[in-house]
């Protein structure tokens, strides 16, 4: 691996020593200094559905989970929620939702973003740049929705270990179809984001050292880590080998992909800022450079409950704890993954 070697990854997640930690952190810092600045990006977050054909053994929204009082924004309620955001300066959301991977379904959301572009397009104005994150689709689905005008996708692996991947899931859900949907968003030209969660029950740090040699391996452009947090009514709840520190394992995660990969996208996820109440500002110094404020309805917010406790952090709040961490929060501007640009042999124009 490039700037650090497999040995040093292992021994700085193993690692104890608080010295080692604020090593990890200080180097981080630097490089993402010299790579992208202090600035932080938003993507304002509508959970449109929690209607899952699914049933990961760890997620609150799995179809089996019949406690779920489940819901679908209309075409109308998301064009509001992406024209507000639009008119408060987040020039870009992230659309996501429960896996429907039905064609009726793939031409409502193309209809949708076909619809957000046309409204908020003008003169050289792009619009809202559109991240999806409505997991496992075919080839020509996730074409439909491109070429509608979403640009980035983010579908997390959750563990580049298929023997814990078997384990997260029930035998029809499989790893190789998994990575077949990675490999088709990247060929279709999406920015492509992945990620996994950490301190799962029977997690290594073998494990997470694997899963930083898949992200570069994928040579991805964006990254979304956040720490298991079990949820009540799910099977994975139950298990009880976890022999790591989800909250700082998390944050050495981040450290070391922005070490190893100075150009992409991480986000400092809503999972950690729930685990920890240092996890914004801890995630940012760690390299993370997006976050995801949620402006899904409040009255949809406690349906969408994919892990206990998720925490909704006002705009003002969060920006001001992010301006309080040393950071400037950027509106009006995409905050594309320079490294998308750079895998295409084009210059990158922040827009
Ligand atoms: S993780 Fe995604 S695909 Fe799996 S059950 Fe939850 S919402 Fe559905």
Redesign the pocket.
């Known amino acids: 691996m490039p700037n650090m070697s497999e040995k040093e990854i292992l021994y700085f997640l193993e690692s104890k020593d608080a010295n080692d930690l604020i090593y990890l952190i200080n180097k981080a810092g630097r490089v993402r200094e010299k790579n992208i600045g202090n600035v932080v990006y938003a993507r304002g977050l509508i959970e449109f559905s929690n209607i899952?054909s699914?049933?990961?053994f760890y997620?609150g929204?799995?179809r089996s989970n019949r406690k779920v009082n489940r819901y679908h924004l209309s075409k109308d309620e998301i064009l509001l929620l992406a024209n507000t955001a639009y008119k408060n300066g987040f020039h870009s959301i992230a659309l996501q939702s429960?896996?429907i991977p039905t064609e009726s379904e793939v031409d409502f959301l193309a209809d949708v973003i076909y619809e957000i572009k046309k409204t908020t397009s003008q003169n050289n104005d792009p619009g809202l740049g559109i991240t999806l994150s409505i997991?496992e689709l075919t080839f020509s689905q996730y074409k439909k929705l491109y070429d509608a005008g979403a640009h980035r996708y983010l579908l997390r692996i959750e563990t580049s270990n298929p023997d814990l991947f078997a384990r997260m899931h029930p035998p029809e859900q499989s790893f190789q179809k998994r990575l077949e949907c990675l490999y088709a968003l990247k060929e279709i030209g999406y920015q492509v984001g992945t990620g996994v969660m950490i301190g799962l029950p029977h997690q290594s740090y073998e494990n997470l050292a694997c899963d930083l040699k898949f992200f570069l391996d994928f040579d991805i452009d964006m990254l979304g880590m956040g720490p298991y947090i079990p949820h009540p009514d799910t099977p994975l709840a139950q298990e009880s080998k976890i022999k790591i520190d989800p909250y700082i394992s998390t944050v050495k995660m981040i450290s070391l992909a922005r070490i190893l990969m100075p150009d992409i996208n991480i986000v400092a996820s809503t999972a950690l800022q729930t685990i920890h109440p240092e996890g914004l500002k801890m995630g940012l110094k760690a390299g993370a450079n997006i976050v995801m404020p949620v402006l899904t309805p409040e009255e949809r917010r406690e349906d969408y409950s994919?892990y206990t406790g998720k925490k909704y952090t006002p705009f003002n709040d969060l920006f001001n704890q992010i301006q309080k961490a040393g950071f400037e929060i950027v509106l009006w501007k995409w905050g594309d993954p320079p490294h998308w640009y750079k895998r295409h042999n084009l210059t990158y124009i922040p827009k």
Do not use: I, P, S
């Open positions: 899952c699914k049933d990961c997620c929204l799995r429960g896996e997991g994919l």
